[in-house]
């Protein structure tokens, strides 16, 4: 008789499981087994056959164990016994960062752009509670106040030297920045939308009233969640005869999401190992 995937899913988890009690101590084996049985809980059973467990899941538990308020954490390397203590056929990408949305679009988008293979995908959320240094305290259960976090473990083709995993790392550090500005600016970007209406009724520019009108209901449909904000840019225009010019240097102040400068919130730091 065939075995259903989820009872396939089952086992593998309950044999890294067995690995947790055999080689860690009591109340270290207590914590991880908790974080395992998380991690791999919405995994897809596909995603499960050929993936080290243990050796993945322990290595993103290390992973886990500091990090900063909005640091992103990403890791790229090819596994091996004798460094890692775990081995793949695949070379791997493991990330910790604020939950948030658009997270496994961005980084699955990345690694097509590169020309990768995506061999599984493992993304759980976990609550945590960390001391004032980002150290870990302590695993919560979901229904628990306490702050979420992504994981992202992926694998995909392997690489033969470290180079272009540490070039990956870099790409992978822009593309989640990117995102973190998106969504930390996402109400500021609407806000302006509909400041930039109230203006156009209030000092309406000298031009036909349709175009007005229409260029209004644009702003006011793509503001009514329709449209998904990434980033905004504010220039001044210098009108001289028929032709209006951009100015060469937006103000820092008036770029928002993806749009304002690298390292322009300070609530966003990056790391890569």
Not at 98 to 123: K, Q, Y
Request: charged residues 30%; glycine residues 6%; proline residues 7%.
């Amino acid at each position: 008789m065939a075995v259903k995937p989820e009872e396939a899913k089952a086992a593998l988890v309950e044999k890294a499981i067995a690995h947790v009690r055999e080689r860690l101590p009591g109340p270290q084996a207590s914590d991880v087994e908790r974080f395992v049985r998380s991690y791999y809980a919405d995994a897809a059973p596909v995603d499960l056959a050929e993936l080290d467990l243990y050796g993945a899941a322990l290595a993103h538990w290390h992973c886990l164990q500091r990090r900063r308020p909005g640091e992103v954490k990403v890791h790229a390397y090819t596994p091996t016994l004798e460094e890692h203590g775990w081995q793949s056929t695949h070379s791997v990408v493991e990330i910790v960062t604020d939950d948030m949305p658009f997270l496994v679009d961005s980084v699955a988008m990345a690694l097509t752009r590169r020309g990768s293979a995506i061999h599984a995908f493992v993304h759980p959320i976990v609550k945590v509670r960390r001391d004032g240094d980002g150290r870990l305290l302590e695993l919560l259960p979901w229904e628990a106040e306490g702050f979420a976090e992504s994981l992202i473990h992926v694998e995909i083709d392997r690489q033969a030297e470290q180079a272009p995993l540490d070039e990956l790392a870099a790409e992978l550090q822009r593309v989640l920045a990117d995102v973190h500005a998106a969504v930390e600016d996402w109400p500021t970007m609407r806000e302006r939308v509909r400041a930039i209406v109230a203006e156009l009724d209030e000092r309406p520019p000298p031009i036909d009233p349709d175009d007005l009108a229409e260029a209004k209901a644009l702003l006011e449909w793509m503001n009514d969640d329709r449209f998904t904000f990434l980033g905004y840019r504010e220039y001044e225009l210098h009108v001289s005869g028929s032709c209006a010019k951009r100015s060469g240097s937006p103000s820092p102040t008036a770029s928002r999401g993806s749009r304002r400068k690298r390292g322009g919130s300070p609530g966003s730091r990056t790391s890569s190992t």
